[in-house]
């Protein structure tokens, strides 16, 4: 049952993702408004009930695989469950560990996967996929160095005191437009500043060549394999075989 709500192109299940979809943006959201509310008994209560619920969602998706184990141990799992566990733990660790919250940021990847097995549902998002999941890369990584950036200089950098602040201060990096307003103290501080101008200038590029070079619809070629054609293409241009591209009413 569980693989049908995670694997099946059913309506039900269809729904079942949708509702996952729902629950990475709400438990994403809580992590930006925390940033800005006084460490309290409700806000640590919310974080022990948003840590309960994504749990069982974990456990439910590692259920759903056909191997539990070893997908337990994928990064990207493996990162989801210390998030899980920061949010769990939040009433001990007071703070202490916030940096582990970050990688709460990580379910968005989560997300992304989600969107684009329901590609069928989104019309937009299949007619232009890969600048869709370009620019999705691209504000996964705005929203992950801004937690970084936020966990690692809250303390005791006085210009930087929530989500805001850190995000103001990832964007300018990133464009490289440096105001100078505001700096990123110490030398992990410098360092984070280096590796979010060098990966950012990567990710717009990536999403500049997606936006601006002719548009083909991904198909795979049944002989070869070639996998982007013409939209109106009817041979392969790489090994000539006929093929049937389906339109957008799926005929």
Not at 25 to 33: A, K, M, Q
Not at 117 to 128: E, K, T
Not at 137 to 156: D, K, P, S, Y
Not at 218 to 234: I, K, M, N, T
């Amino acid at each position: 049952m569980l693989r049908r709500l995670y694997r099946a192109e059913v309506p039900e299940a269809r729904r079942f993702r949708y509702a996952l979809l729902g629950l990475d943006l709400l438990s994403i959201g809580w992590i930006v408004t925390a940033s800005f509310l006084p460490l309290s008994t409700p806000v640590l209560a919310v974080d022990v009930g948003l840590g309960l619920v994504l749990l069982a969602e974990f456990a439910a998706r590692i259920g759903a695989s056909a191997r539990p184990w070893r997908a337990m141990v994928q990064p990207l799992e493996l990162a989801d469950l210390l998030g899980i566990l920061s949010l769990l733990l939040a009433p001990l660790l007071h703070g202490a560990l916030g940096f582990l919250r970050v990688l709460r940021t990580l379910r968005l990847l989560h997300s992304v996967r989600l969107i684009a097995s329901l590609r069928s549902d989104l019309p937009f998002f299949r007619q232009n996929e890969e600048a869709a999941l370009a620019a999705a890369q691209l504000g996964v990584f705005i929203f992950v160095m801004t937690g970084v950036v936020f966990e690692t200089q809250h303390r005791g950098n006085p210009h930087i005191t929530n989500y805001s602040d850190a995000l103001y201060f990832t964007v300018t990096a990133l464009t490289t437009t440096g105001f100078g307003d505001i700096t990123l103290q110490g030398p992990v501080g410098r360092l984070l500043s280096v590796v979010i101008m060098l990966a950012g200038v990567t990710l717009f590029l990536r999403l500049a060549q997606t936006l601006f070079r002719p548009n083909k619809v991904r198909f795979s070629c049944p002989d070869c394999g070639l996998q982007r054609h013409e939209p109106d293409a009817v041979h392969c241009k790489a090994c000539g075989i006929l093929l049937n591209i389906p339109d957008e009413g799926g005929g």
